[in-house]
């Protein structure tokens, strides 16, 4: 059973268009993240939720909007889509961090590579 | 200023021989954690090790050990024995206190390094 779950792995949409991507971890984490890798192999940090509560909203537009409902699931919904927008996007989890050297390992899924034209 | 900086874009390294990956990185915090992730060309991200500030010790796994100096700020990855299966990227990652206040375990990712073995 894969720990940490995405789909699409592959998208391939047109500008303008709204599309979700889906991700569901069987860890039983409290926490869940979503990061943008963009072409040039950069991961950064978009969201994070513990525990179905948003924790982390980095600086990203508001076309992107997380959904979580329940603590196994993490949703991506972006709207509007932009060239921009064109990535690999992981979601990630882990045990929720207790204290900042703690050991907490993120686990991540295989990505999602969204091709916008 | 960056947070996390890998200075070797890329290297090459002789199957078998040994490999440093360097990592240097930027907090004023004194309660950090320090990891690598190995991304193959595959795509996924694969923990490799993991260094909490307040190790005495420099933490091994297997084949990874992480050399670890904290008055310099470095967090090295050493890579024994290479095999042909360790060709991918490989990226440090911190989690320091000012994120973690409320960031339930951020990491903050340097760059990466492409590491490719040579037969």
């Known amino acids: 059973d894969t ?67 329940d603590k196994a699931h993490l949703n991506l919904h972006i709207n509007s889509l932009e060239l921009g927008d064109s990535a ?16 907490n390992v993120l686990t991540f899924g295989a990505g999602s590579r969204l091709t916008v034209l | 200023a960056q947070k996390i900086t890998q200075t070797q874009p890329g290297m090459f390294v002789q199957e078998k021989e040994a490999v440093t990956l360097d990592c240097t990185y930027d907090t004023s915090d004194p309660s950090y954690g320090l990891f690598w992730y190995k991304q193959p060309s ?5 923990f490799l090790i993991y260094q909490g500030s307040y190790d005495q010790q420099n933490a091994t796994e297997g084949r990874y050990s992480l050399n670890f100096q904290k008055a310099r700020k470095s967090a090295n990855l050493v890579i024994s024995a290479s095999q042909l299966g360790d060709s991918a990227m ?19 990712f340097g760059k990466g390094t492409k590491l490719s073995v040579k037969p």
């Open chain 1, 3 to 69: 720990a940490v779950s995405q789909t699409p792995k592959y998208l391939v949409t047109q500008m303008g268009n709204d599309k979700s991507i889906k991700c569901e971890q069987n860890l039983g984490h409290d926490t869940m993240y979503w990061y943008k890798q963009d072409s040039k192999k950069f991961l950064k940090i978009m969201f994070s939720y513990n525990n179905k509560e948003l924790i982390i909203n980095e600086t990203v537009p508001n076309r992107f909007s997380p959904k979580s409902p």
């Open chain 2, 42 to 46: 595959s795509g996924e991200m694969i």
């Open chain 1, 88 to 103: 690999v996007y992981f979601c990630a989890s882990s045990q929720a961090v207790r204290a900042v050297t703690g050991a």
């Open chain 2, 90 to 108: 490989y990226f440090c990652a911190m989690r320091e206190a000012r994120n973690y206040g409320g960031s339930q375990g951020n990491l903050i």
